[in-house]
């Protein structure tokens, strides 16, 4: 019998609140699925679409981008250039056909350890229910050689 | 060659009760450029600390990964440890197996293999770090402050006197902004121009205070500790140096019938005039808008009289170009326009007036001397209604937010009047009182108790003139009924709202407004005097509305951020900043647009005879504050940013 | 008079006079279908100029050739509304001044070339009003329909099909005169954030990254489709972005040269409907 799916979850996250909201949800002793992996960003504009690109080439079944909400941007108004950004690339990956579950975005506030942990546990479980993303492991098969580190 | 030390912290059973630090160590050992790596109880403590700074110093490492709490805890604590040894801070990362790893996930293998991949990942990160050194910038210790009411004087009073220099700068012809307009003021009921005009005096006077009257900023460039500002002096037609003040030239002008900005229409001034009596510096101006000889080629009577030889009718606007340190923005506010309210009268009737009109009738330097009269006839009326929120916490006309002063002030009319008709009736529709503060409920209340004021809550809905009286409809909302109060005057609390220029100059200075057009501070809470924008602070209304004790204390408060910046020679920035190729730049100007900060300039790439081949962005050090919106913006990837560079994040997401 | 003949004698004139020092238009191609970009600096050789509905390719960014407007001279081109809107992009995004290019402008209404009155790109702006409001209410082509109807593991095949014959010959950038960077994102190998071979993946991502870049500067000349010698549909997902940033943000690329990039400006109200 294989082993049950454990899919590979990506966040891209600003450091002033989604990243401090994941270290409330730890203080707070919150427990979420170990699925995920956080890569730190000084704020949401700097998160590039390539960065989702690559997490999906190394072999990730889902991605979250989150950061500050409108308005709490550390900078002022990265979040609303990233905002923009998003909106298109998401129209994007989804007319290219990856799954709107894959790829999500979100506000997380320093203040939401809570919906920290819940959207984690909800991306984890949504994202074991629709498996792995097998069509995209497959073009990565088809490179034949991991990308180089 | 990369040679990275990984310090994998128990941190006491935080860490160590869920995660397998042996097995973290383990994987990490062999991983490619690692020279060292090991597990201590706690990496924080001074032995913990030791033990990293020893193995810096004895294995030459390029790098560090300290695996334990959040780098929002202990990053500068081992970065300080690492530069003690010898390395660069900036090339030590803190992988984040508590908050993010063992205090959230329960089963110990899940724990243990994802600290493991954490780690890994910022080891790939880390060995593309490179060496950061903060930026020095030198500090200009001289601060422009720009509106000279109340805030802005108070601000530069504060900062001249700590010995730092000052240009006080300020549009109309004297100082004192709207505070000099007022009659008394709540809750003491002191004189406004007791205590306003020696304020303006000292500041005219201080040694470190450089004052630019009948000025406007043209143009601000630069970053905190170096800002260039071009201050316009526009032409006041009088030499300032010659002009005594005796004032024969206001006596003889023919031009008497402007209505006085000043008195708020209220009053008469003449072409060549001082905005009012105490104006500081008391030299008048000649206003070519309204002036005879400008008009019609011919006059020239004050230049008769003058015995200076002090009037210049070829006076031209002039440019000073300033070296600036801090900028302290204290411009102040308008009331709103009356006119907005149709069933309020306001325009219609001569005897329907805005508060600050009544502060002028109040005043005892006003128009009428102190005695409170009918704009219309003159008469001394007898009932007079207040009627507040004339603008203000009404989103479908007026403004949505609360102007704060109002509550205070129309009680402090009630008060005035009654003090000065003892006759007089008040009569007050308001929404609620707020009047929170020191002093200030005990006032409203004084004024209902001992002065006759009568309150009413509820709105006016109508508002019309019956033989010679106005007569006023609205409604009891306590009553539960209509009400009719025959007035000889209405007094209107209109809002507070921004300077109308205020988006221009936000735009020269590079900060943010709010919807309406007061301009943002950095955090609400916790930097309220800040802007976004390095080195510039907000002092007054220009902020949000604001009383005097509010306005004065954030004066100070400003003042106290410029004093602490200029306590140093240089300053030190984060090195975290964006950089541009200017190989592969195409200068389309994306970044300029997106950049929060005006961080990114235009710059001219030349060939050997100076001639400009092409354009491209350049990053100002002093400006940029590192949020990498620009990075991704740029299609061809020429910015990139120190500290989370293009290379250190693939490196990190292609590691995990 | 022909417009065809209208355009030459002008040509002439403007080449005769100096006002341009030259013509970039069409010529007769190597079939009788087929037109190509021509670059005429003499007067007597306007007559090589052709202009009739075959004449599909955006030539604006011909002007963008290196040192080609260094001199401060003007060049007149032939220019429909989709190259007038990129005369403006280019200028939005400082890559040329609109001063320096005079306008002949057409239109081609199925088989039928029309004049389009102007000189400088600034004159065509109720034309290309007018075109924004059609596209606002344009429904997508058969194919695009088609996709739009699948679910995402059928867009994925789709698009996986097609990206497997793409050969990485970027002749689609070379063709698109939005792709002037001075180097392109695939040519930075520091890190090398696209997979330069040409599997399935990379040309995945080559695509993308193609598609996000011109989000909000893609004016649908269709160049870069005409280009693809294996047939890519690329215009369908440039289409994609330019419906994406019309209905989002209500942006139309090159409306005007003062025009702010859709992807560097924001609205506070801008709408958000698919953030958690």
């Known amino acids: 019998m294989s082993e049950p799916f454990e899919p590979k979850i990506v966040a891209f996250v600003c450091t002033y609140c989604t990243y401090a909201g994941a270290d409330l949800a730890g203080t707070s002793r919150l427990k979420y699925p170990s699925n995920v992996r956080i890569v730190r960003l000084p704020c949401t504009g700097r998160i590039s679409p390539m960065f989702i690109l690559k997490a999906l080439q190394k072999g990730a079944d889902g991605v979250l981008v989150s950061g500050c909400h409108p308005g709490d941007c550390h900078f002022d108004h990265g979040n609303y250039h990233a905002r923009r950004r998003w909106t298109v690339f998401n129209s994007l990956l989804q007319f290219a056909g990856v799954p709107e579950e894959r790829v999500r975005f979100s506000w997380i506030s320093a203040a939401e350890g809570r919906k920290f942990a819940e959207l984690i546990s909800e991306i984890t479980e949504d994202i074991r229910r629709i498996g792995p993303f097998e069509q995209y492991h497959a073009l990565i098969a088809e490179t034949g050689s991991p990308a180089p580190l | ?656 | ?276």
């Open chain 2, 1 to 656: 060659m990369a040679r990275i030390g990984v310090f994998v912290c128990h941190c006491g059973e935080n860490i160590a009760g869920r995660v397998d630090c042996s097995k973290v160590v383990l994987a990490l050992e062999n991983h490619p450029g690692v020279s060292v790596a090991t597990e201590y109880k706690y990496f924080c403590s001074d032995p913990g600390q030791e033990a990293i700074k020893k193995a810096v110093r004895e294995e030459n490492l390029t790098g560090v990964i300290v695996a334990a709490c959040s780098p929002r805890m202990h990053e500068a604590t081992f970065r300080k440890a690492c530069a003690a040894a010898g390395l660069n801070p900036y090339l030590c990362e803190i992988a984040n197996i508590r908050e993010q790893c063992s205090w959230v996930h329960e089963n110990p293998d899940e724990a243990t293999r994802k600290a493991i991949e954490i780690t890994r990942s910022l080891v790939e990160k880390v060995k593309r770090n490179s060496e950061l050194h903060p930026i020095e910038v030198p500090v200009t210790k001289r601060a422009l402050v720009i509106g000279g009411g109340i805030a802005g004087i108070q601000a530069a009073l504060d900062i001249a006197n700590a010995g730092g220099e000052v240009v006080l700068v300020e549009r109309e012809a004297s100082l004192g902004g709207h505070m000099a307009q007022l009659s008394e003021t709540f809750p003491t009921l002191d004189c406004s121009q007791c205590i306003m005009t020696p304020r303006m005096v000292e500041a005219s006077q201080h040694p470190n205070i450089r004052l630019l009257t009948y000025s406007e900023v043209e143009k601000v460039e630069g970053f905190i500790g170096n800002f260039r500002v071009r201050v316009r002096l526009k032409a006041r037609y009088v030499d300032p140096a010659a002009c005594t003040g005796c004032g024969d030239c206001m006596q003889k002008c023919p031009q008497k019938k402007i209505p006085s900005e000043f008195d708020c229409g209220l009053g008469k001034r003449t072409a060549i005039s001082t905005p009012f009596a105490q104006a500081v510096p008391n030299k008048p101006v000649i206003d070519s808008r309204y002036c005879t000889y400008f008009k019609n080629g011919k006059c020239k009577v004050c230049e008769k009289v003058c015995q200076t030889n002090a009037i210049n009718f070829e006076m031209e606007d002039e440019f000073l170009d300033l070296e600036i340190g801090a900028i302290v923005v204290a411009t102040g506010f308008q009331v709103q326009d009356t006119a907005l309210y149709g069933e309020y009268g306001y325009g219609r009737y001569a005897d329907v007036v805005t508060g600050l009109q009544f502060e002028r009738l109040a005043s005892a330097s006003g128009p009428t001397a102190g005695k409170v009269q009918r704009p219309s006839d003159g008469a001394e009326p007898k009932t007079v209604v207040f009627i507040q929120c004339a603008g203000s916490r009404d989103p479908a006309k007026g403004v949505p937010y609360c102007s704060k002063i109002c509550c205070m002030y129309t009680a402090k009319h009630a008060m005035l009047y009654a003090h000065k008709n003892h006759e007089a009736e008040s009569r007050i529709f308001y929404m609620d009182i707020r009047a929170a503060g020191k002093g200030y409920d005990e006032f409203t209340r004084r004024a209902a108790e001992e002065d006759n004021a009568g309150y009413i809550r509820g709105r006016v809905s109508k508002l019309w003139e019956e033989n010679g009286r106005l007569v006023v409809r609205g409604a009891d909302t306590l009553l539960g009924r209509p009400v009719e109060v025959q007035a000889d005057m209405v007094v209107l609390a209109t809002a507070m709202v921004p300077q109308p220029d205020a988006r221009e100059l936000a735009k020269k200075l590079g900060i943010g407004c709010d919807d309406y057009g007061f301009f943002s501070e950095a955090h609400m809470k916790l930097r309220p005097v800040e802007t976004a924008t390095a080195g510039i602070f907000l002092a007054g209304a220009c902020q949000s509305p604001k009383d005097i004790p509010d306005s004065v204390a954030q004066a100070s408060a400003a003042a106290s951020k410029v004093l602490s910046l200029f306590s140093r020679e240089r300053l030190e920035r984060e090195p975290v900043i964006a950089r541009n190729n200017e190989a592969t730049c195409s200068g389309c100007w994306g970044c300029v647009l997106a950049c929060p900060f005006n961080a990114i300039e235009k710059k001219d790439l030349t060939d050997r005879s100076g001639n400009v081949l092409r354009r491209v962005a350049s990053v100002n050090a002093g400006l940029c504050q590192g949020c990498g919106t620009c990075v991704t913006f740029c299609r061809s990837n020429s910015i990139d940013l120190a500290g989370f560079s293009e290379k250190q994040l693939f490196a990190e997401v292609m590691g995990l």
């Open chain 3, 1 to 276: 008079m022909s417009l065809q003949e209208h355009y030459r004698s002008q040509a002439r004139e403007l080449l005769a006079a100096g006002a341009v020092k030259m013509v970039v238009g069409y010529a007769e191609g190597t079939t009788p279908e087929r037109r190509r970009p021509v670059f005429i600096t003499e007067p007597e050789e306007c007559s090589r100029l052709v202009l009739d509905a075959r004449c599909r390719t955006n030539l604006a960014g011909y002007l963008l050739r290196e040192g080609l407007l260094s001199d401060g001279r003007e060049i007149a081109v032939y220019l429909s509304t989709e190259g007038v809107r990129t005369i403006n992009i280019l200028a939005a995004e400082s890559q040329l001044s609109s001063a320096q290019v005079r306008i002949l402008g057409f239109e081609i209404d199925r088989d039928e070339v029309k004049a389009m009155e102007g000189k400088r790109a600034a004159d065509f702006s109720e034309a290309i009003l007018a075109h924004k409001e059609r596209r606002k209410k344009q429904a997508p082509d058969e194919l695009a329909a088609k996709l739009e109807a699948m679910n995402a593991a059928e867009r994925f095949t789709f698009w996986q099909g097609e990206f497997s014959r793409c050969i990485k010959c970027y002749a689609c950038r070379q063709a698109c005169p939005m792709c002037w960077c001075r180097r392109c994102v695939v040519d930075n190998n520091q890190p090398q954030w696209v997979n330069t071979s040409s599997h399935t993946l990379g040309n995945l991502e080559w695509n993308l990254v193609r598609a996000f870049h011109l989000a909000g500067r893609c004016v649908e000349c269709g160049n870069c489709g005409r280009a693809c010698p294996v047939d890519i549909p690329l215009h369908l997902l440039n289409r994609k972005m330019t419906g994406e940033v019309l209905e989002a943000f209500d942006h139309y690329p090159g409306m005007d040269e003062h025009q702010e990039p859709a992807l560097a400006s924001f609205r506070k109200d801008d709408p958000e409907t698919f953030i958690l």
